[in-house]
């Protein structure tokens, strides 16, 4: 059984839903239903936190049954560290395979704690619904703030964590890849370093919606690629999509006073692969106010 497979049948015997998954370990909703739809499993690095949401071990979700009664299992302990090689290097290649990608998550987990780099944990995004029907991602946190300018190291920092990452367009089927030029681009980009107070804020905090924004993108739209510095990246041209978000206020007590919605065009670059890439989110917009009762 995949892994993914195991995740599914474990929420049904838990009767947890996919939106509770996402709450408590902090991956988008859009993601997990990625999983059954595309047939594919999670990143390695998101595997201790559904296994401590699901009350799984890694043994479990990692290992089939006949992995779990190889001899590499059989000890309750092991310390002589030739013995643990030798064991690994007679066991399956799946097995090998899923042992590499763990220590390479247990790897990056160290490293985030080491830098309090959790902001992963810390997305409280959702998705709703305007007067009209129409789809607001609604972000609650406001994580930069910036008295004076935002810090766009920051936020290019905080980007790093979806890159090898693939959402999906639920209105075209699109599938949307994070590239490692996003990071750099959306925090560095020349529409970024023109735009300031309001809008610059906006831009900064959106970058925690990244998957829904893409998720409730609408109005694709074509247009050839003219300039000769993206003729590799972009060989098949652009798209653009129109998305909107909304951000809280507060008032001085720091009571939360509204929401600020706004619009906003997500720049695909279509590469020489075939595959879609999210380039940039540009043209953003304030719409309205909403006070929180609304």
């Known amino acids: 059984m995949y892994i993914y497979e195991k995740i599914f049948a474990r929420l049904e015997e838990l009767h947890m839903s996919q939106i509770e998954l ?3 370990t902090g991956i988008a909703t ?15 690095d998101k595997l201790v936190a559904i296994c401590k949401a699901l009350d799984m071990s890694l043994v479990d979700l ?8 190889s001899k590499i299992m059989t000890s309750d302990y092991i310390f002589d560290e030739d013995l643990l ?11 090998k395979r899923r042992v590499i ?35 607001i991602v609604l972000i609650n946190d406001i994580i930069f703030k910036g008295k004076r300018s935002v810090e766009w190291a920051d936020v290019e920092k905080y980007l790093r964590q979806y890159v090898g990452e693939f959402y999906q367009i639920a209105d075209t089927k699109d599938i949307i890849y994070i590239g490692t030029d996003l990071p750099d681009e959306y925090a560095g980009s020349n529409y970024t370093k023109h735009i300031k107070g309001t809008v610059a804020k906006a831009k900064a905090n959106a970058a925690q919606a990244i998957p829904e924004m893409i998720e409730i993108a609408t109005s694709k739209v074509y247009e050839e ?12 041209g652009w798209y653009r999509y129109d998305t909107r978000f909304a951000l809280p206020v507060y008032q001085d007590n720091g009571e939360l006073d509204r929401y ?3 619009s906003a065009r997500l720049l695909i670059r279509h590469a020489s692969s075939g595959k879609m890439y999210l380039y940039d989110v540009l ?12």
Request: a positive charge; one cysteine or more.
């Open 283 to 294: 043209e953003i917009k304030k719409e309205t106010s909403k006070s929180c009762q609304a």
């Open 62 to 69: 990692l290992c089939d049954e006949e992995d779990k009664k």
């Open 30 to 44: 859009s993601t997990i239903s990625d999983w059954r739809k595309k047939k594919i499993n999670p990143q390695a």
């Open 85 to 95: 090689i030798e064991r690994i290097i007679d066991s399956s290649d799946e097995f």
């Open 260 to 262: 600020n919605v706004f």
């Open 22 to 24: 996402s709450r408590q």
């Open 225 to 236: 690629n003219k300039k000769n510095k993206h003729s590799r990246h972009a060989k098949i």
């Open 101 to 135: 990608s763990y220590i390479e998550a247990s790897i990056l987990s160290v490293k985030n704690m080491e830098s309090g780099d959790d902001s992963d944990t810390k997305r409280n995004v959702s998705i709703i619904h305007d007067a009209e029907g129409n789809k």
